[in-house]
């Protein structure tokens, strides 16, 4: 379970260098518009998406 919230951490992390036009990058943006959701919830909604 660590590994795979590690993954989600560095893969945010890459979406945030460089977005795209997916459901990952949107979640991203939403945090960053005035911290709508918190850097936690964000890594918690890519884990319950995550197949």
């Known amino acids: 379970m660590k590994s795979l919230w590690q ?10 260098a460089a977005p795209g036009e997916d459901f ?7 945090r960053n518009v ?6 936690p919830e964000l890594i918690s909604a890519l884990f319950i998406a995550s197949p």
């Open 7 to 16: 993954y989600l951490l560095r893969l945010a992390e890459t979406k945030r």
């Open 24 to 30: 990952i990058s949107a979640l991203i943006d939403e």
């Open 34 to 39: 005035e911290a709508r959701i918190s850097e």
